[in-house]
């Protein structure tokens, strides 16, 4: 693993601005990368990154049933007491699930380590599976890249090819806050692939979700939404004024409200005791659990944080670095300190993509800070060798 720099293409920004990538630059900050790339050799990608990738979700997946059937995990992860039903009862259906992001530390040397499982509402999905991929393709037809450079990638076939698993005999609703450009442009991009797929989609604002005088979920032509994407965390939803539609109507909804256990950092010291001393697991822990005195390089992370915020960061039993924000009365866990990839741009995570329950692509970002926040880059990467 290296980082390189490559002439940008000159017209990349008319290209993102074309293919609705409007967010490329966000909150005043430049987030798309086109003059660097991450290296990686074709073994590097096998045995370090695809293979453990695999590996962990079967093992989440293998937990999920423990953790649904147990009243204390539950509560460990903050589920609400009247809600725990519902992710069961979405469990034992058997909801069909779309995809997640595992984000890894891995600098090139030693084993992937898991950070989180970013399994519910992960971002930058459109930069991995299709911007990254043209980026590819322009730099080899300009002569910066070798015919036959590759990447991990083929999270788009496996997008279209997991929307082909859901039934096509109702609309595929598709919403998200649209006041963020992120979250549009992902949820758009996700409804192509469906309608590549052969689905009728229709898109609206989680907001403009409605209920109907049956007490079933609707949209603002009063149809009944009877499948819908939600680019919205089931933390959100279980708290929200509608959530006792939930549970009966929660089948509605992709992400299923057993994905609600998988993308809790709770999942990270559940994994670590069924799992310990795994290669690719980092020592994690309750925040109450006296094991984790025995850490003096370690994360405290709020079960439900997102975008890095309410992080804090100790080496030798010191802070070195905390990030705000508004989580953290839920709980928290304490997760082995483990080092990310540095250069002089900053350090860099691995967002690794399962898609139905296949490893299938990478996609990086990189942070002037230790805490990957939401003034990550994203930089692509090559398989070369």
């Given at each position: 693993m290296r980082r390189i720099s490559i002439p940008p293409r000159p017209d990349w920004r008319e290209k993102a601005n074309a293919v609705g990538f409007s967010f490329h630059e966000m909150?005043?900050?430049?987030?798309?990368?086109?003059?660097?790339?991450?290296?990686?050799?074709?073994?590097?990608?096998?045995?370090?990154?695809?293979?453990?990738?695999?590996?962990?979700?079967?093992?989440?997946?293998?937990?999920?049933?423990?953790?649904?059937?147990?009243?204390?995990?539950?509560?460990?992860?903050?589920i609400p007491r009247e809600f725990q039903d519902v992710v069961r009862r979405s469990?034992?259906?058997?909801?069909?699930?779309?995809?997640?992001?595992?984000?890894?530390?891995?600098?090139?040397?030693?084993?992937?380590?898991?950070?989180?499982?970013?399994?519910?509402?992960?971002?930058?999905?459109?930069?991995?599976?299709?911007?990254?991929?043209?980026w590819l393709t322009d730099q080899i037809t300009a002569g910066n890249l070798a015919p036959g450079t590759d990447q991990f990638n083929s999270v788009q076939?496996?997008?279209v090819e997991a929307f082909s698993q859901f039934s096509r005999d109702r609309i595929f609703h598709f919403a998200a806050i649209t006041d963020s450009a992120e979250d549009l442009g992902t949820t758009v991009y996700l409804m192509d692939c469906a309608i590549q797929a052969g689905h009728r989609a229709q898109f609206l604002d989680v907001r403009?979700?409605?209920?109907?005088?049956?007490?079933?979920?609707?949209?603002?032509?009063?149809?009944?939404?009877?499948?819908?994407?939600?680019l919205y965390p089931w933390e959100f939803m279980l708290r929200e004024t509608?959530?006792?539609?939930?549970?009966?109507?929660?089948?509605?909804?992709?992400?299923?409200?057993?994905?609600?256990v998988l993308s809790n950092k709770g999942l990270l010291p559940l994994l670590w005791r069924r799992h310990r001393n795994h290669p690719n697991l980092l020592p994690s822990f309750f925040a109450d659990d006296p094991k984790a005195t025995a850490l003096s390089d370690y994360v405290i992370k709020p079960l439900l944080s997102r975008e890095g915020e309410n992080v804090h960061l100790f080496r030798s039993g010191q802070e070195v670095i905390s990030a705000p924000g508004d989580y953290g009365a839920e709980g928290s866990v304490i997760q082995a300190?483990?080092?990310?990839?540095?250069?002089?741009?900053?350090?860099?995570?691995?967002?690794?993509?399962?898609?139905?329950?296949?490893?299938?692509?990478?996609?990086?970002?990189?942070?002037r800070s230790l805490i990957t926040a939401n003034l990550a880059r994203y930089v692509p990467h090559v398989i070369m060798g």
């Open positions: 909150y005043g900050e430049p987030y798309w990368v086109d003059d660097a790339a991450y290296c990686f050799e074709l073994e590097e990608i096998e045995s370090e990154i695809e293979g453990p990738s695999q590996e962990l979700h079967e093992m989440c997946l293998d937990l999920v049933d423990d953790i649904v059937r147990s009243e204390q995990a539950l509560d460990q992860l903050a469990w034992e259906r058997e909801d069909r699930h779309l995809y997640g992001r595992f984000d890894l530390a891995y600098d090139g040397s030693g084993p992937a380590k898991l950070l989180e499982y970013n399994a519910d509402t992960p971002t930058s999905v459109f930069e991995t599976a299709y911007f990254q991929f043209n076939e496996c997008l403009e979700i409605g209920v109907d005088d049956q007490g079933r979920y609707a949209d603002l032509q009063n149809r009944v939404i009877e499948r819908c994407f939600k509608y959530a006792a539609q939930l549970v009966e109507h929660s089948a509605v909804f992709v992400e299923p409200a057993w994905k609600a300190y483990a080092p990310l990839f540095k250069s002089h741009a900053g350090h860099a995570v691995l967002g690794s993509w399962i898609v139905g329950d296949r490893a299938c692509g990478l996609g990086i970002r990189e942070d």
